[in-house]
């Protein structure tokens, strides 16, 4: 069975859907789930989930090859970014060549970049009076939200959305794509 592993910062809907993808099509399984906040809703859903985690600080992840050989234990097919906030460190990197990808709630390469992450996103989005805004799936490089996209799903953006309604929008779309990119991208490995 195929292993996903997946880094986290916040409440982790998008890791849940990946997971309740996965027990339904029984091709992969999330083996680990690995966040780098001790306070995020992310660890309450890996426990209902019965799915291991792990927290990790700046120093494991940058500075010493603590957080590099809990991946390579694990040896995931693949690792997915779904809401993690830190860049991916390069000898993280260079040990999973293609096959560390991330989604962003934007039309890269639009609107990436440190800091646009979530609800600055979809207020960017509405102050530049885009027409239409949406998720992006990608590989991950060592800059932010540079690596080569896989995926894009668009959504229109109306003159009365605002970023929390504008949000609603761009995780239906994740919510209905992700798991399929990721299935997708586990089959041709």
């Known amino acids: 069975m195929r292993k996903i592993v997946i880094f986290a910062s916040g409440s ?7 997971v309740a993808y996965f027990n339904k099509e029984n091709t992969a399984k999330v083996s680990l789930i690995l966040s780098n906040n001790l306070n995020a809703g992310v660890l309450n859903r890996a426990k209902l989930l019965k799915i291991p985690s792990l927290v990790f600080d700046r120093q494991a992840f940058y500075h010493t090859n603590v957080v590099l050989d809990i991946l390579k234990n694990e040896a995931p097919d693949l690792i997915v970014l779904a809401g993690f906030l830190w860049k991916f460190p390069e ?14 709630p934007s039309l890269l390469p639009k609107y990436g970049g440190k800091g646009m992450y979530g609800n600055f996103v979809h207020q960017a989005v509405i102050d530049h009076k885009e027409a239409e805004s949406g998720i992006t799936i990608h590989y991950v490089n060592e800059n932010y939200d540079e690596g080569a996209i896989i995926f894009q799903a668009k959504t229109e953006v109306s003159t009365n959305d605002t970023a929390e309604t504008l949000a609603q929008k761009v995780h239906l779309l994740e919510y209905e794509y992700f798991p399929k990119i990721v299935e997708q991208l586990l089959e041709k490995n």
């Open 12 to 18: 982790g809907s998008n890791a849940e859907q990946i």
């Open 91 to 104: 000898h993280i990197i260079s040990e999973f060549p293609n096959r560390i990808v991330n989604i962003h």
